[in-house]
């Protein structure tokens, strides 16, 4: 939803903030007040292309900021962050666009640089505006499928998965055929390198063991002669084992003839224990290190073939044996031949067929959606004195090229104007008048489904009055439930259903012209849709009709 619009330096319009809310807002004023700029500054914001000319006379750049207030789920959201720039859910979405008097323009989006192609993509998700100028919203037709899926609540769900197991049976079918004629070229290469591997015989793991098991050998062999001497000069006949046993023996008959000699020999006995210790561990560590010259050179051997055989294929050698899987398996399919490719084929027939049955059915229901849309469509037309209006929802076959994750269906609206006149698309319309009071029927009829949050109608009620008029005023009343409208209007019918009411008023001092826009009070929203009842004069009955228009 629109929540601000500030405007500085835009043709007439020096300096201007206002502020909407939800529901239907109307913009009244003379013929030439300058409405007309009011809603170009906003198509500035939007994306419009940027004029030099729209900056005010005197002034160094036009500043158009508009901000609006979106639930974390809008389109827009998503948009943003698809395009990397920053989206805080529950904060303003802020755009700005500068045109400087020399030519340049720049946009920011949330304070961040943003193009005008990447404004007119967003604005779109914003705001629609329906006038006689107007060439987007309900008035692009690439738009209109969706639009009647919403309408018919039909679930593409199906189809859209259809279409994706259609394009991955035809990608498999496709590469498996690229690499049956890609192996086929490489059989002999293949064969040579599959028997290679197999005779090799790597398994998962082995050459890590292997590194591991011989750097234990090969550490084993560095240690061999230091352990050797370290045991000699513990245990052998003239080791420090044999001579401390020997003193314990003499120390022992002597322990008895002085204390101290008692508190050696207790200390003796402990360094034989801790001498026996590091006996046991000397000789665990040995039987941990001693190794086989024999399996030291196999597992050497081992080691040089399976990283040889990996160097020759270019990979680590933790991946030979998923590449022995993946050579075999390619040679095995170059066996199987055409019965592979056959069943592929089988595969994209039945996924094609999957998909024609699930785009026919809800080719089916938009048919049906369709015909229940131009009844709705119908109903709307003559209260808008457009009785002599058709409209009809084409639903055509799209060329097998064009079929989609959304059916094989093009839908596009079309009218006929005039009996015996044929039908058309919507922006053949000449009326813009004719054209803006169309839109309101077809939206009144989707119910708004698929629409912007923000609609803007330009002078929807040019050319009719009373109860067209009324009629206008009724159904834009209607939409405003279910979304924010502003509607530029001459029709006091259509002004008094306003929830809000501003005025725009151009003023000249002698020297500079301005545009002014204002909120109305409630006695001046009656002194203006009395102006606009009567015209230059207000008169007492105007007022008196005015305020029958507002209290109805």
């Known amino acids: 939803m629109l ?24 913009l009244t004023g003379e013929t030439g007040a300058g409405k007309s700029i009011l809603l170009d500054s906003l198509g500035l914001a939007l994306g419009m292309r ?18 609006f207030d979106l639930p974390a789920d809008h389109p827009a959201m998503a948009l943003l962050i698809e395009n990397g720039l920053d989206a805080e859910p529950g904060e303003p979405l802020t755009i700005r666009r500068i045109v400087k008097a020399d030519g340049g323009s720049r946009a920011t989006v949330n304070d961040q640089a943003a193009s005008a192609t990447f404004l007119r993509e967003i604005g779109a998700h914003l705001v629609e505006i329906h006038g006689q100028h107007d060439d987007r919203g309900l008035l692009n037709a690439r738009g209109h499928r969706a639009l009647l899926d919403s309408f018919g609540r039909i679930d593409t769900a199906p189809v859209a998965a259809a279409y994706r197991a259609w394009a991955t049976a035809e990608a498999r079918l496709a590469d498996a055929a690229a690499e049956l004629e890609t192996a086929a070229r490489d059989r002999e290469w293949l064969e040579h390198a599959v028997k290679e591997l197999t005779a090799l015989g790597p398994e998962e793991g082995e050459e890590e063991a292997l590194a591991e098991e011989r750097a234990g050998m090969q550490k084993g062999a560095r240690l061999a002669d230091d352990l050797t001497a370290v045991n000699a000069h513990i245990d052998g006949s003239d080791g420090g084992s044999a001579q401390l046993r020997q003193a314990a023996r003499r120390l022992e008959r002597l322990a008895g003839e002085h204390p101290a000699l008692a508190e050696a020999m207790e200390s003796l006995d402990r ?17 941990a290190l001693l190794f086989d010259p024999a399996r030291l050179d196999a597992v050497e051997t081992r080691l040089f073939e399976l990283r040889g055989l990996a160097r020759k294929h270019r990979i680590e050698p933790v991946g030979l044996p998923a590449l022995a899987a993946e050579l075999s398996d390619r040679l095995a399919r170059i066996d199987a031949g055409d019965a592979g490719i056959a069943k592929l084929e089988a595969a994209v027939a039945d996924a094609r ?16 959606a369709a015909a229940r849309l131009d009844t709705a469509v119908a109903t709307e037309l003559a209260p808008l004195r457009l009785e002599a209006a058709r409209f009809r929802t084409v639903v055509d076959p799209l060329a097998q090229g064009q079929w989609s994750a959304a059916g094989r269906d093009r839908v596009e609206f079309e009218i006929s104007t005039n009996p015996g006149a044929p039908f058309a698309p919507l922006v053949k319309i000449a009326s813009g008048g004719e054209l803006s009071r169309f839109i309101l029927a077809l939206k009144v009829a989707l119910a708004e489904e698929g629409g912007a949050g923000t609609m803007i109608f330009d002078e929807i009620d040019r050319g009719v009055g009373g109860a067209v008029a009324s009629a206008i005023g009724e159904r ?32 000249h001092d002698g020297l500079v012209t301005r545009t002014s826009v204002r909120a109305l009070t409630e006695e001046e929203r009656r002194e203006e849709i009395a102006r606009m009842l009567s015209g230059a004069e207000v ?12 209290a109805a």
């Open 539 to 550: 008169t007492a009955e105007a007022r008196a009709q005015a305020a029958r228009l507002l």
């Open 3 to 26: 929540t601000r619009l500030s405007i500085r330096d835009v043709v007439l319009i020096e300096a201007l903030d206002l502020r909407f809310e939800h529901g239907l807002g109307a």
């Open 271 to 287: 360094a034989l224990i801790e001498l026996g210790e590091v006996e046991d561990r000397l000789a665990a560590a040995n039987d």
């Open 476 to 507: 834009l009343s209607r939409l405003a439930d279910r979304a924010q409208l502003l509607v530029v209007t001459h029709s006091p019918q259509v002004a008094a259903r306003a929830d809000r009411h501003w005025l725009i008023a151009k003023a």
């Open 50 to 67: 940027a004029d030099s000319g729209l900056v005010r006379n005197g002034a160094a750049q036009a500043v158009v900021t508009a901000s």
């Open 353 to 368: 067929a999957a998909y024609e049955d699930a785009a026919a059915t809800v080719t089916a229901k938009r048919q049906m």
